[in-house]
């Protein structure tokens, strides 16, 4: 069996204790929450089936690490270079992908995400993709809310997608430039 580590970072945010983890290339492979640590590991095991992934917790500060920091501290766009792999089906790799091409400051629907990527009857699908994501914040799956401007589902909280989106200033109802989408989800 293939064993994958992963370098384990762990940082307080202005929203809870963070834990990120890279590979030996630097590239970011999951973001999560303390309190979700188990989940986390679950959704490794799912993200890379016949494979083992360790963990291995360390001491030094990843490029990623630094740019997520920044990004709190107000450099927003800091997190659209940061490099991703992750596992998942090549379907939850295209809605990922989408993901990123949300921009902070903004909004879409789950709709609006289904049709961006040519799939506009998947909206149950790009909804399950979305809560899949492995690695938040970077991959901005907190940018998708419902149709009606509603925040939706967030696998780190709803407390946190909303702190989120204001500090992105992308707050449903707030003045900001929405991206344009469809009617519907």
């Known amino acids: ?70 990004y709190f501290d107000g450099d927003l766009a800091a997190i659209d270079t940061i490099e991703v792999a992750t596992g998942g089906t090549p379907f939850q790799r295209e809605v990922w992908a989408a993901l990123r091409t949300i921009t902070h400051g903004s909004s879409l629907s789950y709709l609006g995400l289904a049709a961006r990527i040519g799939r506009p009857t998947a909206v149950r699908a790009v909804g399950m993709a979305n809560g899949a994501n492995p690695v938040s914040i970077v991959v901005p799956c907190h940018r998708v809310i419902g149709s009606n401007a509603t925040l939706t589902g967030y696998g780190g909280g709803l407390h946190r997608k909303r702190w989120l989106l204001e500090h992105e200033k992308a707050l449903p109802g707030r003045q900001h430039d929405q991206q344009t989408e469809l009617p519907g989800f």
Do not use: C, K
């Open 1 to 70: 069996m293939t064993t994958l580590t992963f370098l384990l970072e762990r940082s307080e945010t202005p929203i809870g204790h963070m834990l990120l983890a890279t590979d030996e290339a630097g590239r970011l492979r999951i973001l999560d929450w303390l309190e979700y640590e188990n989940d986390m590991r679950q959704l490794l095991r799912r993200q890379y089936p016949g494979m083992s992934v360790r963990l291995e917790n360390t001491g030094q500060t990843s490029s990623a690490m630094q740019a997520v920091m920044r």
